[in-house]
């Protein structure tokens, strides 16, 4: 049986929306890619939202002024029968994928 993992995600401040999809596209899909068998991850989906300030606008006001949309939408799918869920292998990949998704200098995007 699959379980899926739902992230809703926003950049951080000072971060333009291209600069964001950027970096997720070009540098955390990879790594991602890279220890997915270690992780369980049997399916991996980035969904970038719609860029559309008046309709945003339009949705907040209606919502009572509602936070600032999601930027994009992570999905990982697991097999909750993997034997390597929770392993301590498993774990150690995880937060390896946590530390190198830091926004840091060396992932600055060059323009």
Known sequence: ????????????????WDEFS????????PLVRER?????IKRYVQVRTLQ???L????QARNGGAPEPFDGIAELWFDRADPRAGSEASRAAAAEL?????W????EIES
């Not at 049986?1 to 333009?16: A, D, N, V, Y």
């Not at 945003?56 to 949705?59: F, G, L, P, Q, S």
Request: charged letters at 30%; glycine letters at 4%; one cysteine or more.
């Open 104 to 107: 840091k200098p060396d992932h």
């Open 1 to 16: 049986m699959l379980t899926k993992l739902t992230f809703c995600l926003r950049r951080k401040p000072g971060l333009s």
């Open 52 to 54: 559309d300030r008046e």
């Open 98 to 102: 946590l530390e190198l998704t830091q």
């Open 22 to 29: 950027e970096y997720w596209r070009t540098v955390h899909a």
């Open 36 to 40: 997915a068998e270690l992780l369980g």
């Open 56 to 59: 945003h606008a339009r949705m």
